[in-house]
């Protein structure tokens, strides 16, 4: 039996995650709070780790008022100042590893703590020291930046599937879940389980010999459409996967220091055309460098909570 073992939420988009027991699904598809806040340039860039690796530097704890799993004080025993509140500070690791550009500017920045307010304020002061340059901090309280704006529903993945990645490059797992940045983790199943649900492949053809014709194609699925991503629910709550995820450069590299993992995509790869499941039909993959899946939520509204009984629409 699949059961949803771990919630993940982003509060502030490529800044660390906060695990907790329970989480709201948003209309719009997403999770409260799940990348609420976005950083961007004057410009209106979006500043993430995949454009600048010194987020990798940088830890973040969250004071989101009523969040379960909050802790009662943020980073360094700083008391709480109320709902929304995300306390800063740079890695030490981070800088004794000295792999990303400019490090040594981090380096002075004491830990601080801020209330998460869009615009120049809040922790924007602080972190135009860290970056070198100006910064806003944009918030969508309804729905969040999602990476996926088509499919904006939490990201799944199992934690076999991510067991056997960090195998792949001998990872602990925690360090693999910082990496890939699921928002939903899946115990009770088999490594790629989550494949199946948005690249299913067609159920294969049983006739009888004698039902057989000399002119069947040799595929017979040759001029059918491919099977349609699957449903599935947790609890109550109903979504429809999408696709799996296509990988950026940011899970090659150590999600504390930035340090570069060397040709991990080409390792990923190799390794993920020898463990794909013979139940995915990965035809329609432009690359193999993928991993967890996108989902639509299906419901008007609905709670996730771990614990709760993950159950598949069949075909």
């Known amino acids: 039996m699949s059961t949803l073992d771990r919630i993940t939420i982003y509060p ?32 209106g860039r979006v500043l993430n780790a995949k454009r600048s690796p010194l987020l990798h530097a940088i830890r973040a704890e969250y004071d989101l008022g009523d969040l379960a799993g909050s802790d009662a004080t943020a980073a360094g025993g700083v008391p709480r100042l109320g ?12 800088v004794a590893a000295r792999a990303i550009p400019a490090i040594e500017r ?23 020291e860290a970056f070198g340059q100006p910064v806003l901090l944009l918030e969508r309280a309804d729905g969040g930046f999602p990476d996926d704006r088509e499919a904006a529903g939490p990201t799944v993945i199992s934690t076999a599937t991510l067991v056997e990645v960090a195998r792949w ?52 699925y040759a001029d059918l459409p491919p099977p349609e991503p699957r449903e599935f629910a947790i609890g109550d709550v109903q979504f429809r996967a999408t696709n799996v995820c296509r990988r950026c ?46 989902t639509i939520f299906q419901d008007k509204a609905g709670t996730v909570g771990v614990g709760g009984i993950i159950t598949v629409r069949s075909q």
């Open 12 to 43: 502030v988009k490529s800044l660390d995650g906060v695990d907790v027991a329970t989480a709201r699904v948003l209309p719009a598809g997403g999770l409260e709070h799940d990348r609420r806040w976005q950083l961007v340039d004057m410009e």
């Open 83 to 94: 709902a929304n509140v995300i306390t800063l500070a740079i890695d030490p690791a981070a």
């Open 106 to 128: 981090l380096a002075g920045l004491a830990a601080d703590t801020f209330p998460l307010v869009p615009g120049p304020d809040g922790p924007c002061g602080w972190l135009a």
């Open 169 to 220: 490059f001998r990872l602990d797992v925690d360090e693999c879940r910082r990496r890939f940045r699921a928002n939903l983790e899946v115990g009770g199943c088999a490594a790629f389980w989550e494949d199946s649900l948005a690249s299913p492949a067609r159920p294969e053809l049983q006739p009888s010999l004698g039902d057989l014709s000399p002119d069947l194609p040799t595929d017979p």
């Open 249 to 294: 450069v940011v899970p090659s590299r150590d999600s504390r220091t930035g340090a570069v993992t060397e040709q991990f995509r080409d390792v990923f790869e190799a390794w993920r055309g020898q463990t794909l499941p013979a139940k995915v039909d990965a035809s329609g993959w432009s690359h193999l460098y993928r991993l967890g899946v996108n």
